[in-house]
């Protein structure tokens, strides 16, 4: 459906976000970073591509390049761009230690909402 919705009009910033989506959950992580950085610029800078930009990254194992895109994350969380919560889900895949502690996930969510 992705790939129709893309054919159909390749500026689709959600046809690109949803085939990388579809890329990940099969596995294909490289070819869903191009389609997630695509979806991304194609949005205006929307959070939702970036985030599973990042999340494929941390997969991947570029843990400097999904830092980055972290950074970026919280930098939109603080504009309001993107609910704060949002980074939240992606640190399990690379501070698993750190939020196997409630009080550390609770910590992080006070200091991203103020």
Known sequence: MAHRA????ANSWLGHFILGKTLIE???LQPALA???QAF???GGSFEPLALKAFALTR???LDQAKEAMALLHQTAERGICPPIVSLWL???W???KLRSTSFAKQ???KMCG
């Not at 893309?6 to 009009?9: G, T």
């Open 41 to 43: 610029e194609l949005s």
């Open 26 to 28: 099969s596995g294909h």
């Open 6 to 9: 893309i054919m159909l009009n």
């Open 35 to 37: 389609e997630l950085q």
């Open 60 to 62: 991947m194992g570029c």
């Open 108 to 110: 992080q969510i006070r």
């Open 91 to 93: 640190m399990p895949g």
């Open 95 to 97: 501070e698993t230690r």
